[in-house]
């Protein structure tokens, strides 16, 4: 049986300009949230944070919105559940069997709803014929080649969303690409005087904390660590033995407010993957803080970072050492301009609501 309930911790906001510019014809949408996590975060998950900046984004417009997503999740949209809490917070759930129930509990309700946002990933595509609601499914990475199959076999009711023009892949077709958005609230422009470099995010080969700490010793400026460790044997072996407290860093997972800070005082991010990244939420968040960023030129990198505005795009150590000096001398209220105009939820949430009119008008 689904557990409905609501969750309230943000009363709709009054009436205002910004509402009343966004007001539109009322949409009866489902966001389908990952249940990995409670929605929104406590700390890591980037998927249930776009799902909730999604679903409180529409509800601001008027639209009914119902989300999908763990019974402890804090939304002013009407909540559905099935699973009591995330299964990475509490390993004895299992992780398939909540899943399965969770998505049952929508499509089991799925012709109550003009249009679904499926934030969860491949599996819900497998119910998205069974009922003539659209479903329009954000894309948010691939995470191996093995899964496209499922999207192959639904391409053509799928409704995909990109969040980057570099992960479209070349068997698909595309509804959009829509890029993340953030609350700007919560983040502050910062002096940068903190006199460190800063790596933001989980620590995983893919993620190059490692080669963050060889360019900061390098460009001779401490490093801060901050973010969950995903895997612990580079941890072990690549990043703790660096770790004294004054060159090396590590905090582990930061709240708001600390991430906030940490950003602000930055001399820049060190974004330097090893991987083609679909997005990058905290590349998005140095820049609202107007802390420049220093990543290599992979994946959706060149969407984000604007060299000589927001940072500098780098093919290796030695180029990133150099940028490291050249982008303290930027104007970091330009920095974060620039990414307020192209990365608010405001912005991110208008183009999914002009792709739900579409689709249901």
């Not at 559905?80 to 398939?96: C, F, H, I, Q, V």
């Not at 946002?117 to 069974?130: G, I, K, T």
């Not at 900061?216 to 400026?221: D, V």
């Not at 140095?286 to 604007?306: C, D, F, H, K």
Request: hydrophobic share 40%; glycine share 10%; charged share 20%.
């Amino acid at each position: 049986m689904v557990v409905s309930g609501q969750g309230n911790p943000r009363p709709p906001a009054p009436p205002d300009v910004r509402s009343a510019r966004h007001r539109e014809a009322a949409v009866r949408i489902a966001v389908l949230a990952s249940i990995a996590h409670r929605v929104p975060p406590r700390d890591y998950g980037p998927w249930e944070q776009v799902a909730s900046t999604l679903a409180e984004g529409l509800v601001s417009r008027g639209h009914d919105v119902t989300l999908f997503a763990t019974a402890d999740s804090l939304t002013s949209a009407r909540l559905r559940s099935t699973a009591p809490t995330g299964y990475e917070e509490d390993r004895s759930l299992d992780a398939k069997v909540h899943e399965a129930l969770h998505i049952a509990g929508l499509f089991e309700r799925a012709d109550g709803f003009d249009v679904i946002s499926n934030q969860f990933d491949f599996l819900p595509l497998a119910f998205s014929r069974l009922t003539s609601t659209p479903v329009v499914t954000t894309i948010h990475g691939f995470s191996s080649e093995r899964i496209l199959p499922v999207f192959r076999a639904y391409d053509d009711i799928g409704h995909y969303v990109a969040i980057s023009d570099a992960d479209r892949h070349p068997d698909l077709t595309y509804a959009a690409t829509i890029h993340h958005g953030i609350e700007l609230d919560g983040f502050s422009l910062g002096a940068g005087d903190g006199g460190y470099l800063l790596f933001l995010g989980r620590i995983h080969p893919h993620k190059g904390t490692a080669t963050a700490i060889e360019v900061a010793r390098r460009a001779g400026l401490p490093l801060v660590i901050a973010g969950i460790v995903q895997d612990e044997s580079y941890f072990r072996e690549q990043v703790e033995p660096h770790v004294d407290g004054r060159s090396v860093t590590y905090v582990g997972s930061v709240g708001p407010t600390e991430r906030d800070r940490l950003l602000g005082g930055a001399v820049a991010l060190l974004h330097l993957i090893a991987f083609d990244e679909p997005f990058g939420l905290s590349v998005v968040e140095s820049l609202v803080t107007g802390t420049p960023v220093v990543a290599y030129r992979r994946g959706s990198m060149p969407e984000i970072v604007r060299p000589g505005v927001s940072g500098a795009l780098v093919d290796g150590v030695d180029e990133a050492v150099t940028a490291v000096a050249d982008v303290g001398a930027l104007d970091r209220a330009a920095c974060r301009a620039d990414a307020v105009a192209r990365f608010s939820a405001d912005r991110m949430v208008d183009d999914y609501a002009r792709l739900f009119a579409r689709l249901t008008g």
